[in-house]
């Protein structure tokens, strides 16, 4: 029989050690691995937008409505508005007191300057990293653009929030009854128009 040399051990080190770790990653033990999902479940997150410029009277967004989203430059896919909220951009004026030296208004240099939060709802598999759409693990400050009929303004994670299965049917009624307020409203607006 052949006396083994140094360098055939290394070699049966080596080959011994690729066998280990891929029957590691096999069984899912091997922590460079991608995270293993353990769940997969609803959650919604806030989109912040930022001095986003509006002379409509209406805003952009509207509940119910689908939002198209691009995560980090990637087309995602469609998903539901079930939130907005929005107020004009502000600023800060300094006043004579010592307990509150300043008051927060309506910046009246840019008034048509709005601030958007918007809650989106989505399916993601959920791991120990985090939830994760689309490849991507949804995180506050990860970019997002949103795009609809007549907008597409791009914005920054700001919450994130798993849903519990128990909270679906509430935000669903939520969702309902924020798109009757809405068809309400319209059917007032056109009211004048029709009665001239």
Do not use: C, H, W
């Not at 691995?33 to 009277?57: G, H, L, R, Y």
């Not at 087309?75 to 509150?100: G, R």
């Not at 693990?137 to 907008?151: A, D, R, S």
Request: net charge positive; aromatic share 8%.
């Amino acid at each position: 029989m052949k006396k083994l040399k140094p360098f055939d051990y290394v070699i049966i080190v080596i080959v011994i050690a690729i066998i280990a770790i891929g029957a590691l990653a096999y069984l899912g033990k091997n922590k460079f691995s991608k995270s293993p999902v353990e769940a997969t479940k609803k959650i919604a997150f806030q989109v912040m937008m930022k001095s986003v410029s509006v002379t409509d009277t209406q805003p952009p967004f509207k509940i119910g409505d689908e939002s198209f989203i691009t995560i980090r430059n990637v087309p995602y896919t469609k998903l539901e508005i079930i939130d907005v909220a929005f107020q004009p951009k502000k600023t800060m004026i300094p006043v004579n007191d010592a307990k509150q030296p300043f008051i927060v208004v309506d910046d009246y240099s840019q008034p048509y300057q709005y601030d958007f939060v918007v809650s989106l709802i989505d399916d993601a598999k959920i791991t120990k990293d985090g939830p994760v759409v689309g490849g991507n693990k949804i995180k506050i400050g990860m970019p997002i653009v949103l795009e609809g009929f007549n907008y597409r303004i791009g914005g920054t994670v700001s919450n994130v929030q798993i849903i519990d299965d128990e909270k679906l049917p509430e935000i669903r009624k939520i969702i309902e009854e924020a798109k009757a307020a809405q068809n309400n409203q319209a059917v007032l607006n056109q009211q004048p128009k029709n009665a001239e």
